[in-house]
T-cell receptor
Framework: EPEVTQTPSHQVTQMGQEVILRCVPI?????FYWYRQILGQKVEFLVS????????KSEIFDDQFSVERPDGSNFTLKIRSTKLEDSAMYFC?????????????FGPGTRLTVL | KNEVEQSPQNLTAQEGEFITINCSYS?????LHWLQQHPGGGIVSLFM???GKKKHGRLIATINIQEKHSSLHITASHPRDSAVYIC?????????FGPGTRLSVLP
């Protein structure tokens, strides 16, 4: 069964460093998403991506964040200068539909720890 | 901005019990999702609803668009159902998540 994969599973970085979180969505999916979940808190939407551009982003997704689909398979989230409060689990997801009405397929997550 | 609430926050049940988790939201939506988050953190989509009712195995999800309310039912609960159940709503491409309901099913 196809699945969304994410690497690395755990990333530790120093405050101020740049990190890139990588995701490989399911191959025929059209919409891609990043979410984050700070420990003990609810999941939060960061950004959605369709047709090689951002379709919607939340207030959290400020200038420190960027997304890219550099080739036909990878979908990346970059944090330019990490802060302590960026420590969280980051989930990538994809769905096959033109609309968000379709089932979301989540990756296993990358745990980011900023020291 | 949509606000999503869930009740109860925590739920402990004995194996075999019928379980109901509720979700309410404040503004109109395109769809509502029920998700399951395992103790290890992974998230699995259970249902996507825009109207009516869906059933998958022992799980049933209903939605009442007029009342802005959805319920997730688990029949004949089992310890492996222990997880956090999350309601999420979407209008467009922005998802708003509820705080989750932590379910523990005891043998």
């Amino acid at each position: 069964e196809p699945e969304v994969t994410q690497t690395p599973s755990h990333q530790v970085t120093q405050m101020g460093q740049e990190v890139i979180l990588r995701c490989v969505p399911i191959s025929n999916h059209l919409y891609f998403y990043w979410y984050r979940q700070i420990l003990g808190q609810k999941v939060e939407f960061l950004v959605s991506f369709y047709n090689n551009e951002i379709s919607e982003k939340s207030e959290i997704f400020d200038d420190q964040f960027s997304v890219e689909r550099p080739d036909g398979s990878n979908f990346t989230l970059k944090i330019r200068s990490t802060k302590l409060e960026d420590s969280a689990m980051y989930f990538c997801a994809s769905n096959s539909g033109v609309l968000s009405y379709n089932e979301q397929f989540f990756g296993p997550g990358t745990r980011l720890t900023v020291l | 901005k949509n606000e999503v609430e869930q009740s109860p926050q925590n739920l402990t049940a004995q194996e075999g019990e019928f379980i109901t988790i509720n979700c309410s939201y404040s503004v109109g939506i395109s769809a509502l999702h029920w998700l399951q988050q395992h103790p290890g953190g992974g998230i699995v989509s259970l249902f996507m609803l825009s109207s009516g009712k869906k059933k998958h195995g022992r799980l049933i999800a209903t939605i009442n668009i007029q009342e802005k309310h959805s319920s997730l039912h688990i029949t004949a609960s089992h310890p492996r159902d222990s997880a956090v159940y999350i309601c999420a709503v979407t209008a467009g491409q922005n998802f708003v998540f509820g705080p989750g309901t932590r379910l523990s099913v005891l043998p």
